[in-house]
């Protein structure tokens, strides 16, 4: 009897193939991920290169115009990098960089919107630090990028809630840089709140009324050293009654008013008051041109206010900041007074 063996197992056919190796997706994200984590180094490189040339003559002309180019082709993803750069050129100690950093840092806000706004408030914090740079042309350039910032987020409808906490991401830390004992970046402060308001486009006018009760705290400050700084913020505020006239009711009577909300209006006038007294000079004639504005902006001042800012005006006659003559003009002469 024969026995049958066991049968060999032929190998099928799949197994006599080679097997073929397929690149992973991993594989390929990781090649896209270093492609583009070397197309930032080298377009930090190009940023960094082009900022240390803004401290040269020769180059500085040619800088501004390869950064601006940057700034139009930069993608989302590189918007944090530049702001990075930016940020660290302004403390550069060459005034000529950090007045140009300041500048792109609302150029780069102007151009991805957007992609800046959730920067806002470093950006704002990194431009109000400079304001204690000893170069006047350095705070200049923070006031004017203020402004800058402050025409393209500041811009809306009626009191739109959004828009109310933008406006604090401005107030906040100028109001705290007030508070500094310095008077130059009290000053700086005060220009940058004053060219806040003047660009700001349609504002929630709430936000801005809630300004005159913290302004009549520092101008009665007697440790706040820039109060002619601070007076033209009041200017600014009443003559934007122009771009956004709002009608407040007001014990049964209705005023026209801007930024000025009637409740804050006699403490504001005693304050300017005790500024037509102030030692200083510039306090004295900020203080005259802020009357004067208010006379031709505000309807109640003139209502309520006229006889008792004339009185302080008469006794300052003798001094050459006097605009008693244009204050009564404003106040019978006015389209308010009509």
Not at 112 to 130: F, Q
Not at 151 to 174: A, R
Not at 176 to 197: D, H, I, L, T
Request: aromatic letters at 4%.
């Amino acid at each position: 009897m024969s026995s049958q063996g066991p049968k060999s197992s032929r190998p099928s056919k799949s197994q006599n193939q080679p097997s073929v190796i397929t690149p992973s997706r991993s594989s390929s994200s990781s090649s896209s991920s270093l492609s583009s984590h070397l197309a930032m180094v080298e377009l930090k490189q190009r940023i960094l290169t082009s900022l240390s040339k803004l401290s040269d003559r020769d180059t500085h002309q040619i800088a501004v115009e390869d950064l601006e180019k940057i700034i139009q082709n930069l993608t989302p993803d590189g918007v944090s990098m530049l702001l990075n750069c930016l940020y660290d050129a302004t403390n550069d100690p060459k005034p000529a960089v950090k007045k140009e950093s300041l500048r792109l840092l609302a150029v780069l806000c102007a151009t991805h919107g957007d992609s800046a706004a959730t920067h806002l408030t470093k950006i704002i914090s990194h431009i109000v630090k400079r304001l204690k740079d000893s170069d006047s042309a350095v705070r200049d350039s923070c006031r004017d990028a203020i402004g800058a910032l402050s025409s393209q987020y500041l811009k809306g409808e009626g009191d739109n809630v959004g828009l109310g906490s933008v406006v604090s991401l401005f107030v906040k830390p100028l109001f705290e840089a007030m508070s500094e004992q310095n008077k130059g970046v009290q000053a700086g402060s005060a220009m940058c709140m004053a060219k806040m308001v003047e660009c700001a486009s349609d504002p929630p006018a709430t936000s801005f009324q809630k300004l005159c009760p913290r302004i009549c705290k520092h101008l009665n400050n007697p440790n706040f050293l820039a109060k002619a700084a601070l007076l033209p913020v009041i200017s600014s505020l009443s003559q934007d009654l122009d771009h956004w006239v709002e009608k407040i009711k007001y014990t049964s009577v209705e005023y026209l008013v801007g930024a000025i909300a009637p409740q804050n209006l006699e403490s504001l006038l005693q304050s300017i008051h005790e500024c037509l007294g102030s030692t200083d000079w510039a306090t004295r004639k900020a203080a005259a041109d802020t009357l004067s504005a208010l006379a031709i902006h505000s309807s109640n001042l003139i209502e309520d206010g006229t006889t008792s800012t004339v009185t302080v005006l008469e006794a300052c006659r003798l001094d050459k900041t006097w605009t008693g003559s244009n204050f009564l003009y404003a106040s019978t002469d006015s389209p308010c007074a009509s």
